[in-house]
């Protein structure tokens, strides 16, 4: 028997000095201990099983009001990309169509529900997987589907989420044509020897070539992904990519850290010795690297993680998903929520297929927010911006946000990740690069602490 010692009370409080960062170094790379894939905790509570399917019926009875965004999913995969932890079933062509019909079922049928019917969206995101691999007719009769079923406002954003290798220009403009107005692919990298061992078939010209078509177009706003930290990636070839990127016409540039996802094929490689990833530490320096190649090429960030250039990007789902707006969700494996309720759709795929036009229940779990919930949306929608607004926050708190959080703010101002600017609190490029930790920590800081104030007597 192993003796082992005794394990802190998961809800014991933790003290304020336990969420402050490093001082005395370089905040970018030793703030905290090097970045992980990390999901802060939200105070959601998951909804007992046998209450899900009443529910489902529920909020989709409910009128629904306010920030909405929608979220199409396709959940297939040309190949399965060496990094990714969403692979879901491998592409094949006879499965679009069938697909398709069923997202179309399913739209139709939800066309009846309030929850449906209610506030015109801001942003649909047709998301994978890889949409951009189904065939021209059926993201056509796809996007055409969107539009009939759902009440797009009339700015609403668009996105058709893909990759490079089998979409092509003539599916490109048949999809603008449809109404999409925003196309996101994941480029990764430029490198073409990173690019062949990610499983991007397309080489580094071929792609860079396929892009600068593609915003030559001059139809919609087109956004790319790049990732750092990536095996025998160094910041400067990573700031090379970002300057290539930069030059193309494109949109929006997402820059985003490599995450060690169990599971994934990189990290099985990596375990068996034949590929070496940047060290975890090592992942600042990129950010910079990344961010400096595009203050230098005039870009202008947008959040933490996404730049842009020019007028066209919005970026409006993923802020409006960050922030807390409602999502409707369609398609296997989707990730919705309503009024606070969280669900994901069936995501196997049979069942989905089987079911996806009964107008029953299409969730087998559902998470309910907690009673912080809209004080940590609002709260999360400011630090992704990399511009904390205490005032939101404090009136979904009903008390003062800046004093609760004073002394991680405080510190963290000390620490060189934060500054004051009026009543905001702005994020320096080393806050940025940490944002999600410093939002997880402000999370739990919150969770522990507005009850205990709220329970002091007086
Ligand atoms: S990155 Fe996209 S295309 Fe690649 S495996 Fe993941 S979900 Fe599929």
Not at 262 to 289: M, S
Not at 376 to 400: K, N, W, Y
Request: with cysteine; net charge neutral.
């Amino acid at each position: 028997m192993t003796a082992t010692a005794p394990l802190a009370h998961p809800d014991a409080p933790r003290a304020a000095t336990e969420f402050f960062a490093r001082t005395g170094g370089d905040p970018l790379t030793d703030a905290f201990p090097p970045k992980r894939a990390a999901h802060p905790a939200t105070g959601a509570r998951p909804v007992p099983p046998e209450a899900v399917e009443a529910l489902w019926h529920e909020i989709h009875a409910r009128p629904r009001s306010d920030a909405s965004v929608a979220y199409l999913h396709v959940p297939f995969c040309e190949t399965h990309c060496l990094f990714c932890g969403f692979y879901q079933n491998p592409w094949r062509e006879e499965a679009g169509a069938p697909y398709v019909d069923a997202l179309l079922m399913q739209l139709e049928r939800g066309a009846e529900t309030p929850a449906q019917q209610g506030q015109p969206l801001r942003a649909v995101y047709l998301g994978g997987g890889t949409p951009t691999a189904l065939a021209t007719a059926d993201l056509v009769r796809l996007i055409e589907g969107v539009r009939r079923h759902l009440p797009l406002a009339p700015d609403c954003e668009i996105t058709l989420e893909g990759r490079i290798l089998s979409f092509g220009l003539d599916k490109a403009r048949a999809a603008f044509d449809a109404g999409v107005n925003r196309v996101s692919l994941g480029v990764q990298s430029f490198d073409q020897r990173l690019r062949r061992r990610l499983g991007r078939r397309a080489g580094r010209a071929e792609a860079a070539r396929f892009l600068e078509g593609l915003a030559a177009l001059d139809r919609g706003a087109i956004v790319i992904d790049l990732m750092f930290g990536l095996p025998d990636q160094t910041p400067e070839s990573f700031a090379a990519d970002v300057e290539l990127a930069a030059g193309l016409g494109l949109d929006g540039i997402d820059l985003y850290a490599l995450n060690l996802i169990p599971g994934t094929p990189l990290l099985v490689a990596q375990e068996k010795g034949k590929l070496t990833p940047a060290p975890r530490e090592q992942l600042g320096q990129f950010y910079r690297a990344g961010a400096e190649a595009m203050d230098r090429t005039g870009w202008r960030w947008l959040s933490c993680s996404h730049w842009r250039q020019g007028t066209r990007e919005r970026n409006i789902y993923n802020f409006e998903a960050k922030s807390g707006a409602h999502c409707l969700a369609f398609g296997a494996g989707a990730g919705g929520n309503l009024g606070g309720t969280g669900f994901r759709i069936l995501p196997r795929l049979a069942d989905y297929l089987d079911r996806a036009g009964s107008g029953g229940c299409l969730t087998t779990g559902m998470m309910q927010a907690g009673p912080l919930a809209p004080a940590l949306s609002a709260l999360r929608a400011g630090m992704e911006r990399g511009r904390l607004d205490p005032l939101p926050v404090s009136q979904a708190l009903g008390t003062d946000f800046a004093a609760v959080a004073a002394p991680l703010l405080d510190q963290w101002c000390e620490a060189g990740l934060m500054r004051p600017n009026h009543r905001f609190m702005d994020l320096t490029l080393a806050g940025r690069f940490w944002q999600v930790t410093l939002t997880g920590h402000l999370i739990q800081w919150l969770i522990q602490e507005v009850p205990r104030l709220r329970a002091a007597p007086g």
